[in-house]
């Protein structure tokens, strides 16, 4: 039965060995609200939203995006699933080797079928979004990390995600200058 809530965490248990990081955890995202996840360094947000992405595996309890248990689901399913879901990583993790642009359209040209033209077009669009259109053509190493982080977030949203996570969204942002 389908419901009205995107994630559901229902008393998620997690640790790292011996220590415990989240004990029964519990949280609702309903469709299409903003949740911000806050609290102090270390008490386990980043680690929550990687049980959500489905990058870890609660000890305890259940995770649930888009009605799919995500910590259940076969390779295939979760691969899936992680398609329709963004992710800005705490530090950027753009690739070092390819332009923004290129950071921003790989995803879609790994998991679409859209023609060049119109992948340069949305990959352009991206870039405009988060002020950086004109950066197209740096590579990360060029840009400080302000922009960088804005590349990151680019490419995060390039494919629409339904579920889009921000971990830590506003360390070390630039104002828009190009």
Known sequence: MA?????????????????????????????GKVVAIMGLSGCGKTTLLRLIGGALFPNQGEIRVADRVVNKLGHD??????????????????FTDMSSFDNVAFQMREHTNLPGSIIRDLALMKLQAVGLRGAADLMP???SGGMARRVALARSIALDPMLMMYDEPFTGLDPISL
């Open 141 to 143: 190493s060029e840009l």
């Open 3 to 31: 419901t009205s809530n995107l994630v559901e965490v229902q008393d998620v248990t997690f640790g790292y060995d011996q220590r415990e990081v989240l004990k029964n955890i519990n949280l609702v995202v309903p469709k």
């Open 77 to 94: 399913a979760l691969f899936e699933l992680r398609r329709k879901m963004g992710m800005l990583f705490q530090f950027g993790a753009l």
